[in-house]
């Protein structure tokens, strides 16, 4: 099954993906000030955890203390969050007209809770659907890395970094084959450049969606 998508009308819904150790965050908060020096109202956020329920959710799926949750369950859960956050934070900000950038969204769910567990594609894609509404972001910014790099970027690990090897190898194709069926609306870079190369690119593309 295939589904069209929705996309804002106001504001502009920017989103960072990728596997463990891609720098996500960094070139999140550097893409936010960007945007903010030219004039931009700019909602920096992230999943799971940026609502008072997602911070609970957050605890669940990532903490090591939780031990092994059925899969169905993890997915459930990050569904959850992902709804939370879409009412509490995301479509407000759009319906002001701002900039919405968040680290991970639902290609999160469909690369490790699908392609790193397993699920049947189609079914989790309907409930995460579902559970956002269908909104897509405008632009998907993909940092691409070997996981056996980005994996060695952590002192500790939370539940799911600590997953094997395998489990990341998959995730990362997840997220490729997602980015190449819908190219249009994502911009896939090699995570491994410096901080300030990956940034320049993706600043570039930003400014033109602008």
């Known amino acids: 099954m295939s589904y069209p998508g929705v996309y804002a009308e106001r504001g502009l819904f920017l989103c960072f993906e990728g596997g463990e150790g891609g720098g996500k965050s960094t070139q999140a908060k550097l893409l936010a000030q960007r945007l903010t020096e030219l004039g931009r109202e700019v909602l920096l956020t992230h999943e799971p955890g940026a609502t008072e329920v997602g911070q609970k959710v957050r605890q669940i799926v990532l903490s090591p203390e939780t031990g092994h949750l059925d899969d169905r369950t993890e997915a459930l859960l990050y569904a959850a969050d992902k709804a939370e956050h879409l009412d509490k934070m995301v479509r407000p900000a759009l319906e002001r007209g701002e900039v919405v950038i968040t680290d991970r969204y639902v290609d999160s769910s ?49 539940r799911i970094e600590g997953e094997p090897l395998e489990f990341h190898l998959r995730v990362r194709q997840g997220f490729l084959d997602l980015a190449a069926a819908d190219a249009e609306h994502y911009l896939v870079l090699d995570a491994s450049g410096t901080i300030e190369e990956v940034a320049a690119a993706i600043g570039a593309r930003v400014e033109a969606l602008l």
């Open 110 to 158: 469909l690369a490790y809770q699908g392609a790193g567990r397993a699920l049947e594609p189609a079914e989790l894609e309907r409930v995460l659907r579902w559970a956002t509404g269908d909104l897509r972001p405008h632009l998907t910014v993909l940092l691409d890395l070997d996981p056996a790099a980005g994996l060695t970027r952590f002192a500790e690990r939370d």
